[in-house]
């Protein structure tokens, strides 16, 4: 399931103490009992990575207590066999080896974007948006669809797909029950959208900061690179969906004048409840999209990473709107964070044990098979595996190994011939893949969770159907757009020098460098 | 704000219901009486003005044309008024004991489709002199006010030219106070926000509605002035203080109730204690 997922409604899962404590106490004991006789590490910390993982993929249990106990065991069994070093001094300060382990660029991105989107939530500007685009659709079916598209994509490029999903989900529930329409086809046009809007930036979604920051690719280059593509998926899912649906615009005058009425009694300014802090969040929030923007050129920050521009914008915010700070910090999702110290730390251990290497050896073989085939293959993998299980810590997992392809550039030649690609190719494929099944994507899980209140109850293989329809067309149409982006020099080749200094960085420290433009 | 409730809340505040202006027309108008013919002539003559608005013919219905209420219904029907002027208690002493409207009235007002206007009744003592003379002060009285968009066309086009339009919504206090007691009792809602919130909610709804009536009355270039009256209390003694208050010439109040077999229970209540104030019953 994709990120955010615990943000989803109606996930609320116990585990069980007893049987989780007898699962640690055996997973250690079979690692501990492996590496006392001799068994390769890489093959042990394999094995303690796929149970994790593994166990990730059945949601049984709270996925940051998940990866916490994870990174827990193999931060300890690494340690005992010297594999790592509990820690060092560094500029007279002792710094665990796990702290360095964890990308706090990711952490910093995901606690300042919480805060600021909450902040500027309350002040009702998407609220407000929401309403002005409703207006403009006059209530009629299909424009209210091409309406509620286009805010979903828009949304989720800048909040978190399941934020994205939350306001327009409810302001379709509450526009189609006064349009006297299904909310089902718009709603699950909605989930669909999150994807595809969660592909538009660099900070859209978590794959993207992991694999982008990994990749070494800024915010300028990843919006041009994703953006014409989001554009073209918009327009055929559109059609796509219509087509599924049987959506039709109305006709008759009459028809088209009561819908319109309708919409038009909505009042914006309902949702503003301070006119002062609506104005000064819309112009923070323009601050900080200019200010991801054109991050690589503003002198100081350029050499800060992405998240100052996210804490900064939190700050401000704070500062305008000082009434309730214990109430937003406590919207900041911990869980994620924690998942994330967790995941990163696991990773880094499996980086150091050469787990990752281990598997980069598996996928060398597919990944290397031509400049065609390869990045296929990743595309369509990583999409296929995103739809059946969370494509973090999937990206997590890949971006490692081609961090380790990178900074090997020089001697792999079909890396350097169209490792690009393959960046890309996981963007895609761990973007697009969570439409495949209901439980692919968290946005989708909260529009299932919708229509489930609203009393449509939509099976899993009911969703397949229309998922897998989907997905297939806009991998057929990333496929198609990669190649062609490259043709045309929109995706560039990697600067062999620079990209293995940045694969380097990555693969030795388990962190990323921070983006510049380009490669 | 993270839950798909919080912000439906903010989207369903937002969705405003705002009054369409639709004047009904009030082409004929029959006036039900149990009188002699003669008697009933002159009661007709003397409401004629006070229902300017109406603008084609009368018709009259003396006494002797109907004695149950299956005759009286008959009657109605073959006429086909738009209005029906009539009061309590016809064929009946009751109307000295106020205590209900009289068997006719009551299956009139649900069955009859016209509105159905219930003056005092002509042997009524204490009827104030200013009464049935003119529309200048005219008042809607209703449970819920807003979207009762057929009550406020009503009362505008009765409404005299240069009248007043009260518009009324009076949350009750015995209503709000039994659910606030029960917010004290969960732990879980701060009861003082509640009380706020919600107090501020219910009475902001109507004060919209009424805003759009008073601007889709002035497009229209209806003459006449929109006074809004939101607040809560005690329903009955809110609408009688304010019919006393603004010299109230009609009441115009809403009889059907989509729920019930019976009249409406704010209509049925104002019907049987304002006995001598005129009443259109929509």
Redesign the interface.
Same mark, same amino acid.
């Given at each position: 399931m994709s990120e955010a997922a615990e943000?989803a409604?109606a996930k609320k899962k116990l585990h069980n103490p007893l049987h989780v404590t007898i699962m640690v106490v055996l997973v250690t004991g079979l690692c501990a009992f492996l590496l006392h006789n001799g068994t390769e590490q890489k093959f042990v910390f394999g094995i303690l990575l796929a149970v994790t993982l593994g166990m990730l993929a059945l949601e049984k249990i709270n996925k940051a207590i998940l990866v916490l106990l994870g990174a827990g065991i193999a931060l300890l069994l690494a340690t005992w066999q010297g594999i790592i070093k509990g820690g060092e001094m560094h500029d007279g300060h002792y710094m665990p080896t796990y702290i360095q382990m964890v990308d706090w660029g990711t952490i910093g991105i995901i606690i300042g974007s919480t805060i600021f989107v909450?902040l500027i939530?309350?002040s009702?500007l998407f609220?407000w948006i929401?309403?002005k685009i409703l207006k403009v659709s006059k209530g009629d079916p299909f424009k209210l669809l091409i309406c509620f598209s286009g805010l979903t994509v828009v949304f989720s490029a800048f909040l978190n797909n399941v934020?994205a999903m939350?306001?327009v989900?409810?302001?379709t529930?509450?526009?189609c029950k006064?349009l006297k329409l299904s909310a089902m086809p718009f709603l699950l046009a909605e989930g669909i959208y999150t994807n595809i809007g969660g592909l538009l930036t660099l900070i859209s979604s978590i794959p993207n900061i992991i694999v982008g920051t990994a990749a070494n690719i800024g915010y300028t280059q990843f919006l041009l690179v994703a953006g014409p593509y989001c554009i073209l998926a918009f327009v055929v899912t559109l059609y796509l969906v219509r087509w599924l649906f049987k959506i039709k615009p109305l006709t008759d005058e009459a028809s088209k004048a009561e819908a319109k009425?309708m919409v038009?009694?909505?009042?914006?300014w309902?949702?503003v409840k301070d006119r002062k802090f609506f104005y000064l969040s819309a112009m923070v929030l323009g601050a900080i999209i200019l200010g991801f923007a054109l991050h690589s050129s503003i002198p100081v920050l350029k050499d800060m990473g992405l998240e100052v521009i996210a804490i900064l914008g939190a700050t401000v915010m704070l500062v305008i709107y000082p009434t309730d700070v214990e109430g937003v910090l406590n919207?900041v999702e911990w869980t994620l964070v924690l998942f994330f110290v967790g995941l990163f730390a696991l990773l880094g251990v499996m980086g150091k044990a050469d787990v990752l290497s281990m598997i980069g050896e598996w996928l060398k073989s597919p990944l290397s098979s031509g400049s065609y085939s390869g990045p296929m293959a990743m595309m369509w993998s990583s999409a296929f595996f995103s739809g059946l299980t969370d494509n973090i810590p999937l990206a997590a997992v890949l971006a490692k190994v081609l961090s380790g392809f990178q900074s090997q550039i020089g001697d792999l030649a079909w890396f350097a011939e169209y490792g690009h690609l393959l960046w890309w190719g996981l963007i895609f494929g761990a973007g697009l893949g969570g439409n495949f099944t209901p439980i692919g994507s968290a946005s989708t899980v909260?529009a299932i969770?919708?229509l489930k209140?609203e009393g449509h109850n939509i099976t899993f293989m009911q969703y397949v159907k229309i998922g897998a329809i989907v997905v297939l067309v806009q991998l057929t149409l990333a496929t198609a757009y990669l190649f062609g982006a490259e043709k045309i020099g929109l995706i560039q080749k990697l600067d062999p020098k620079a990209a293995a200094a940045s694969g380097q960085v990555t693969d030795d420290n388990g962190t990323h460098g921070h983006g510049s433009d380009g490669h | 704000?993270? !839950?798909?409730? +919080?912000?439906?809340s903010?989207?369903?505040?937002?969705?405003? !219901?705002?009054f +369409?202006h639709q004047p009904p027309a009030l082409e004929n108008a029959l006036v039900v009486t149990d009188l002699e013919p003669d008697a009933a002539e002159k009661y007709a003559g003397s409401v004629r003005t006070f229902f300017g608005a109406v603008t084609g013919k009368w018709e009259t219905v003396h006494g002797g044309e109907f004695a149950t209420v299956k005759e009286l219904l008959n009657l109605v029907e073959s006429r086909k008024p738009g209005l029906i002027v009539t009061y309590r208690h016809l064929h009946s002493e009751a109307w000295r004991w106020p205590y209900s409207l009289g068997e006719h009235l009551d299956v009139l007002i649900q069955e009859s489709t016209p509105p159905v206007a219930i003056l005092p009744h002509p042997d009524r003592e204490g009827v104030p002199e200013r009464a049935l003379k003119n529309t200048d002060s005219v008042m809607v009285i209703n449970s819920h006010l807003v979207g009762e968009d057929a009550l406020v066309n009503h009362a505008a086009v009765l409404t005299a030219i240069g009248g007043t339009l009260h518009l009324t919504h009076v949350e009750d206090d015995a209503v709000f106070e039994r659910y606030l007691d029960v917010i004290s009792k969960i732990p879980e809602i701060d009861t003082d926000v509640a009380r706020e919130t919600i107090q501020e909610q219910l009475l902001r709804e109507p004060s919209?509605y009424i805003d759009s009536c008073e601007t889709a009355l002035r497009e229209a270039g209806v003459d006449l002035r929109v006074v809004k009256h939101v607040t809560h209390g005690h329903r009955l003694e809110k609408y009688r203080n304010a019919i006393k208050d603004h010299q109230v010439d009609l009441v115009v109040l809403q009889g059907h109730d989509e729920d019930q077999l019976a009249m409406n229970a704010t209509a049925y209540s104002v019907a049987v204690e304002l006995r001598t104030t005129p009443l259109l019953i929509v």
């Open positions: 943000s409604p909450e939530s309350r009702g609220a929401s309403v934020t939350i306001i989900g409810s302001l529930i509450v526009a006064k009425s038009d009694a909505f009042d914006e309902e949702t919207e909260v969770g919708i209140k | 704000m993270s !839950t798909v409730d +919080q912000f439906a903010v989207f369903n505040a937002a969705s405003q !219901t705002a +369409q919209a």
